[in-house]
């Protein structure tokens, strides 16, 4: 409403990019939350879950990091004294949603057949085999989430960014709703169940680091592209 009924937005270019993150923003809330809705509605702890969990957390990290983002630029356009603050607030942001992000592996051992006959051979030729071993790469996972943004949020501070272009912004835009679109498809393929308890797919080391990368990935390039 303030975009399009302030007589003076001043650079439509800002105006562009606050609108084109809060259509993203509203978009991968919609559809996550249909998604979670979906996975909560799940009577067993089937080992698909937890990947599917971390795809559609993407678009849901995405979706916050792109409301704080929106909030950036409109700072910039209406109180610029006020961009650091928000920026930093977008980053801080981020870096929670991969932490979020990262803990589904945590409890990941949990899940899978529940059968002993069944589970000991199948857990053997899975990744996490392990509570320790889902909560020790669940604790990379999250040292890892927060390695992009931090660099980008420094550069903030020595107002170090690219200054938004009516090119940049779009590809920005495009890139961010497709990364939430993607994931949420994803996120419901992987909702589908094994025909057989011994079948079950569990978490695959490059789904996690993948989305948690991803996560992490997006903040620090929306903060180098914000005004």
């Given at each position: 409403?303030?975009?399009?009924t ?18 993203i ?5 919609l ?117 992009p ?11 170090v ?14 890139a ?38 991803a ?13």
């Open positions: 409403m303030v975009l399009f302030s007589p003076n937005p001043g650079d439509k270019t800002l105006v562009t990019l606050a609108t084109g993150l809060l259509v923003a509203t978009m991968a809330s559809t996550g939350s249909i998604g979670l809705a979906a996975i909560g509605a799940e009577q067993h702890e089937t080992a698909n879950l937890p990947p599917a969990v971390m795809y559609i957390a993407v678009a849901v990290v995405v979706s916050i990091v792109s409301v704080l983002g929106a909030f950036e630029v409109l700072a910039a356009i209406y109180v610029p004294d006020s961009r650091l603050l928000f920026s930093l607030i977008t980053g801080v942001g981020g870096i929670a949603g991969a932490y979020f992000t990262s803990f589904a592996v945590g409890d990941s051992w949990r899940t899978g057949p529940t059968d002993l006959a069944v589970r000991t051979p199948w857990l053997a030729n899975q990744w996490i085999k392990t509570p320790e071993d889902a909560y020790r790469q669940a604790y990379w996972l999250a040292i890892l989430g927060v390695i943004p931090v660099p980008a949020m420094v550069f903030r501070v020595y107002d960014h690219f200054k938004p272009t009516a090119l940049n912004v779009n590809i920005v835009v495009g961010g709703l497709l990364l939430a679109m993607a994931c949420i498809f994803l996120g419901v393929q992987r909702t589908a169940h094994a025909f057989q308890n011994d079948q079950q797919k569990a978490i695959r080391w490059p789904e996690a680091y993948g989305t948690t990368v996560v992490s990935l997006y903040t620090a390039v929306l903060l180098l592209f914000l005004p």
